[in-house]
C-alpha cells in the first residue's frame, strides 16, 4: 500500500495533512524517515511511526482450516519436512499462527489465524472445546481390555511424566483396532501416549473435528477461511 494512503487510513487525517507530516520528516519506515507519500509499504510487516507511536491499520484477521495432509510439519520454519502454511495461498502466510499442532504423521483439522487472542481461547484447556481423533492401533484389543480402557480414559488418565490426570474424555471402538477418542485438551503427542499407557500403538491418527468444525468438503491439503459462527464458538 502506497504510504499516504496508509497514513490517511492509520490517522484518520486529511490527505493534505498527510502531506505536511511527511514533508516535516516525521514519519518513519522500520526506522527511516522516509518523505515520500507514493513509499509502498507493507502494512503488516513494515512498522511506520509517527511522533514514536506505531501507526497500523485494521487488515481484518483470517481463520482457516486446513484439511493437513501427512508428511508435513506445524512449524514456522521447515526442518526435514515442507511445513503446513506451504499449503496455504493466502497473503502474507507467514503472519499466521497454528492453533493445536499435528505430529508429521498426523492428518486432519487444522486451525491457522492471526488472531493472537483468538488462538488462545482455541487451545485453552478451560474451553474444553471438544477434538474428535480417529485412530488405528498396531495391535488388536479384545473386548475386556477395550471395555477397561473406556472405563480408565473417562476417569482420566495419568501419562508417563506427568503429574496430573488427563481429562474426562471418551474412547469408543469401531473394531478391534479402529477407535475414536474425543478429548478436550491437548499436551504434547496426547493420543499416542494416551495408547502407548495401555501397551498399545498408534499407528495412524487423524483429527476428524474441532468444536463444530468439521473437514466436510475439503480434500486433503485444501483449506477454507471459516465462517463467523465457527470463528465465535471459541
Ligand atoms: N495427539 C498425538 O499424539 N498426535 C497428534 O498429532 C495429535 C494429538
Redesign the pocket.
Known amino acids: 500500500m502506497r504510504l499516504d494512503k496508509f497514513l490517511s487510513k492509520a490517522t484518520e487525517l486529511s490527505r493534505n495533512d498527510c502531506k505536511k507530516i511527511l514533508h516535516r520528516g516525521e514519519i518513519s519506515v522500520n526506522g527511516d524517515i522516509v518523505k515520500d507519500g507514493s513509499f509502498h509499504i507493507d502494512e503488516v510487516n513494515d512498522e511506520v511511526d509517527w511522533a514514536g507511536e506505531v501507526l497500523s491499520v485494521a487488515t481484518g484477521n483470517r481463520y482457516l482450516l486446513l484439511y493437513k495432509p501427512e508428511g508435513f510439519e506445524c512449524t514456522l520454519k521447515a526442518k526435514e519436512y515442507p511445513i503446513v502454511t506451504d499449503l496455504i495461498a493466502v497473503p502474507e502466510v507467514l503472519s499466521l499462527r497454528i492453533a493445536?499442532?499435528?505430529?508429521v504423521?498426523?492428518t486432519g483439522a487444522l486451525l491457522l489465524s492471526d488472531d493472537g487472542a483468538w488462538l488462545h481461547r482455541v487451545t485453552s484447556p478451560k474451553r474444553h472445546q471438544p477434538?474428535v481423533?480417529e485412530l488405528t492401533l498396531a495391535d488388536g484389543v479384545n473386548q475386556d481390555t477395550q471395555e477397561r480402557m473406556i472405563k480408565e480414559i473417562a476417569k482420566g488418565i495419568i501419562l508417563e511424566g506427568e503429574k496430573d490426570k488427563t481429562r474426562p474424555a471418551t474412547l469408543s471402538f469401531v473394531d478391534d483396532t479402529h477407535a475414536t477418542l474425543t478429548?478436550t485438551e491437548?499436551?504434547?503427542?496426547?493420543?499416542?501416549?494416551?495408547m502407548a499407557h495401555f501397551g498399545n500403538k498408534?499407528v495412524e491418527?487423524h483429527?476428524a473435528s474441532i468444536g463444530t468444525i468439521t473437514l466436510d468438503g475439503l480434500e486433503k491439503g485444501e483449506s477454507r477461511f471459516l465462517t463467523d459462527d465457527e470463528i465465535g464458538q471459541f
Open positions: 493445536g499442532r499435528l505430529d504423521d498426523t477434538k481423533y478429548l491437548g499436551k504434547y503427542h496426547q493420543v499416542k501416549r494416551m498408534v491418527l483429527r
